[in-house]
């Protein structure tokens, strides 16, 4: 069963750093595009930045400066670092996979969400 599960979230301050891990079981992430999203209250769900299998990387555009991604396949994990943490990046952060087409930070070319994890940045 494919299952993605994020951790790392928590409550930081303004100016913070965090970093996220999405945990992959069921099936190796090594050929997918993996991604990560954030969807605050009342907000459209937010592309963050995307590596696909070839190691490629596409970042949304406000995001280039702030977020890194990366993914280590040994360990079959996606990992977002934060950097420099406002208010306004607070939201539920996602982790997913996808199967086929262009590896973007896209959310309707995702097929495999992660159930989310909460990020809190206090001012």
Request: aromatic share 8%; with cysteine; proline share 3%.
């Amino acid at each position: 069963q494919v299952h993605l599960v994020e951790s790392g979230g928590g409550s930081v301050q303004s100016g913070g750093s965090l970093s996220l891990t999405c945990t992959a079981s069921g099936f190796s992430l090594r050929p997918y595009c993996m991604g990560w999203f954030r969807q605050g209250s009342g907000e459209e769900r937010e592309g963050i930045a995307a590596v696909g299998g070839d190691g490629s990387v596409n970042y949304a555009e406000s995001m280039m400066d702030r977020f890194s991604i990366s993914r280590d396949n040994a360990k079959n994990i996606l990992l977002l670092q934060m950097n420099n943490l406002t208010p306004q990046d607070t939201a539920r952060y996602y982790c997913a996979a996808g199967i086929v087409g262009r590896c973007v930070p896209v959310a309707a070319g995702m097929d495999y969400w992660g159930e989310g994890t909460p990020v809190n940045i206090s001012s």
